[in-house]
Every structure is written in C-alpha cells, then in structure tokens.
C-alpha cells in the first residue's frame, strides 16, 4: 500500500512539473513570441490611427476657422471706411522715437497704412507706440495687425 501512494505522489510530481515545464516552453516559443508581437504592433497602429485621426480633424477646424477669418476679412475689405482707412495718406504721422519714421517706408496709394504697420510691428513696436505713430487708435493696429497675418 505505502508503493502505491509513493507511486501517486510521484505521478502527481510529474504532472505538476510536465504542466509548468509546458507553459515555460509555450511562453518562449516562436510562434507565441511572433504572435505577442504581432499583437503589440496591432496595438501601435491603432494607436497611431487614433492619433493621426485627432491630428487630422484639429487639422480641418483650423481651416475651417482660417476661411471664415478670410471670408470676414474679405467683407471688411469691401467695407468702404475699411478701405478708407488703409489707404489713408493724411499728413506724415509725428515721430514717437528718434530716427523711426526714418525706418518706415514711405508709400503711396491703397495698403500705406497696412504696410507701415506691418514695417512697425517686425521692429518691435507695442501697438500703443505704432497707434501713437501712425495717429490711429490701437484698435486699427489691432485691425491692420490681423489683417498681416492672413
């Protein structure tokens, strides 16, 4: 009787040792490494779609946003104070600091005041000292400033 639990036991052993043995080899065999990487390069590409898809409709809502900031300035243009206003040719505005209106080009015709802006604010002028320059209030700088960027 004592042979025959002895035998038991030991039949248990192996089985126990056959079981974890097994899995340690199915863990570090090819075809299960191949298909935990396959896995984790599904994963990436899933992430990458995500994120290319996010990248992608902030993308859109920017230009949708720059064309209606393009179809209001478009109006704004049409505007004839608008207009008015950026071809102003009025008397030369009075010298804020010395030597700038030096530095500003002198043109004529329809844009002189959105070039001179322009010119000002690639110095670095604040809009205060370019409103004060060009004789207009900062909410024309701020205009003319918007109009730049497009």
Do not use: C, W
């Amino acid at each position: 009787m004592i042979y025959l639990y002895i035998v038991l036991i030991n039949i248990i052993l192996i089985f126990i040792l056959y079981v974890v043995l097994s899995s340690k080899i199915k863990k570090n065999s090819k075809s299960t490494l191949l298909d935990t990487y396959a896995g984790e390069v599904e994963n990436l590409i899933v992430e990458l779609n995500r994120a290319v898809e996010d990248v992608l409709n902030i993308s859109e809502e920017r230009i949708g946003d720059l064309k209606k900031l393009i179809k209001k300035a478009e109006k704004l243009l049409k505007n004839p104070e608008v207009k008015k206003t950026l071809s102003y040719s009025g008397p030369e505005p009075a010298k804020h600091r010395q030597g700038d209106m030096d530095k500003v080009p002198v043109l004529t015709g329809p844009g002189q005041m959105l070039e001179r802006t322009k010119h000002l604010l690639s110095m670095g002028h604040t809009k205060e000292e370019i409103s004060k320059i060009l004789k207009i209030n900062r909410a024309e700088v701020e205009f003319l400033e918007s109009l730049n960027k497009i």
